[in-house]
């Protein structure tokens, strides 16, 4: 599981309140992913990181922000929950931008 | 342009049999093509994968053909067994690109 953990694993919220997933890794990944899977979309990048403090945006970033201040940490914050943000999230980490994705357990997210 | 069309959405295959996963892209700057397996609950994780200087690439009983004229791909499963009931996912990317990822395949395999 490439020493990959995503927290919590479960979360229920209510619409508009602020809400943010933390992904940890252990293997000094250079890059960072956060992925909502959704039912008939298969996977939409939200965001991703390619070192400490540098990120970028991907498919589906309205709505969410990103903070990587430690290697080891990628935080994917959801400034204020709607309830199109009900997903499946997973964390993804990789050593270059186009090699092996090696993704976290997911969090499953409902907003209320 | 930067699409990847999967098909079919879902696949029954007896015990034993073949199973084929179809992929489709457009953008002829892709040059790395994975396929991913997803157990219920679980994270995708990296099935096989192809780059295009080669035609097929097998591993075990999975096997990626790729078509760089048609530009599409494909996952074959051979003696598909019920423990290869899994969601399954192609993707492709270009060169420090993000992965573009397909829709994903609800694969069943009947005993």
């Known amino acids: 599981d490439a020493g990959i953990t995503q927290s919590p694993r479960h979360k229920v919220t209510e619409t508009g309140t602020p809400v943010t997933l933390r992904c940890h890794q252990t293997?000094?990944?250079?890059?960072m992913y956060w992925y909502r899977q959704d039912p008939g979309h298969g996977l939409r990048l939200i965001h991703y990181s390619y070192g400490v403090k540098d990120t970028d945006k991907g498919e589906v970033s309205d709505g969410y922000s990103v903070s990587r201040s430690k290697t080891e940490d990628f935080l994917l914050t959801l400034e204020s929950a709607t309830s199109s943000q009900t997903s499946v999230y997973f964390c993804?980490?990789?050593?270059?931008?186009?090699?092996?994705?090696?993704f976290g357990p997911g969090t499953r997210l409902t907003v209320l | 342009q930067q699409q990847v069309k999967q098909s079919p959405q879902s696949l029954i295959v007896q015990k034993g049999g073949i199973s084929i996963i179809n992929c489709a892209y457009e953008n002829t700057a892709f040059d790395y093509f994975p396929w991913y397996q997803q157990f219920p609950g679980k994270g995708p994780a990296l099935l096989i994968a192809i780059r295009p200087d080669v035609s097929e690439k097998k591993e075990g009983r999975f096997t990626i053909s790729f078509n760089k004229s048609a530009k599409q791909f494909s996952l074959h499963i051979m003696d598909s067994q019920p423990g290869d009931s899994a969601t399954y996912f192609c993707a492709a990317s270009k060169r420090n690109y993000q992965l573009i990822w397909g829709a994903g395949t609800k694969l069943i395999i009947k005993p």
């Open positions: 993804a980490v990789g050593y270059s931008g186009t090699d092996t994705q090696y």
């Open positions: 293997e000094n990944h250079r890059y």
